[in-house]
Each structure stands twice: as structure tokens, then as C-alpha cells.
């Protein structure tokens, strides 16, 4: 375990990555279905 402050931050920096991730699939998703359906 090291400082909360650091754990924090790693938090944040993962919760920021999965958040890009999520928005670049929904945007992937909404141009790509439309196109196959």
C-alpha cells in the first residue's frame, strides 16, 4: 500500500482512461451500427 494520495490519483487516471474508452466506443458504435444495419 503506498500514500492514499498516489492511489488516488492512479484511481483517477484509470477512471479518466475507462471514461475516453467508453466515450470512443459509444462514439465507434453510433457511426459503425448504422452502417451495417
Do not use: F, K, Y
Request: glycine content about 6%.
Amino acid at each position: 500500500m503506498r500514500t492514499p494520495d498516489s492511489s488516488e490519483a492512479s484511481m483517477a487516471r484509470i477512471n479518466g482512461i475507462l471514461i475516453r474508452g467508453a466515450i470512443v466506443v459509444a462514439i465507434a458504435a453510433a457511426t459503425v451500427l448504422p452502417l451495417i444495419r
